[in-house]
């Protein structure tokens, strides 16, 4: 499996193509800006098919880009319930907080958490992780993990935004992610990629 981090927009999201080598269709994780430079990179990949546009939550600056691909490719759009209106809402999507506004579009695939789905034939396990936000998941697939704003390198997301809970940010973190039994590459919404085990053993928001 491989992954393509493309970063968008002003606050500088992760985007990820994800994709099999040697196939042309891939799945692309939180488009947060930037439809064009997202294009490009599929353009020059290769890849004629993109199956599914997976989101880590509902934020402003992970679904910029959400509505062009979604009209351009057909992806079916997954999002977990939680969140789900801020695909169509720039004040439940925080967008009038950095004075922007997003094109809306509907979620075709509802997230509840706990389901494992098929994208770009890869199996992608969805777990509910909230306290950025209230649909904030993480997603598995193979050996890596796309956190969203859920877990950074050496640090964690921020809690003081309308939907944010501390307390069950600390249960995501500690409880659901420190009940995983394997290590992963975790790629982050922001910033560098890293990985499960060091930052249990090294981030402060993690360490036991």
Do not use: W
């Not at 796309?146 to 050496?154: K, P």
């Amino acid at each position: 499996m491989i992954v393509v981090q493309v970063a968008v927009g002003e606050m500088m999201s992760n985007a990820f193509i994800v994709y099999k080598e040697g196939t042309h269709k891939a799945f692309v994780v939180d488009p947060g800006a930037d439809y064009l430079r997202i294009k490009k990179r599929l353009d020059d990949i290769g890849i004629t098919e993109v199956t599914h546009i997976l989101l880590t939550h509902g934020h402003f600056d992970h679904i910029g880009a959400v509505a062009q691909i979604k009209q351009e490719t057909g992806a079916v759009v997954c999002i977990h319930r939680r969140d789900a209106s801020m695909l169509q809402s720039d004040q439940d999507s925080l967008a009038v907080m950095a004075g922007v506004t997003i094109q809306p579009v509907k979620p075709d695939y509802v997230f509840e958490g706990g389901e494992t789905i098929e994208a770009a034939d890869i199996q992608v396990e969805v777990l509910h992780t909230p306290g950025h936000s209230g649909g904030s998941v993480c997603y598995i697939a193979e050996d890596v993990m796309f956190s969203g704003d859920t877990l950074f390198y050496m640090y964690c997301g921020r809690t003081d935004f309308p939907g944010s809970d501390p307390a069950e940010y600390a249960h995501s973190l500690r409880e659901v992610l420190g009940s995983l039994k394997k290590d992963y590459t975790v790629y982050a919404g922001h910033g560098i990629k890293t990985t499960l085990f060091a930052e249990f053993s090294n981030n402060p928001y993690l360490m036991r």
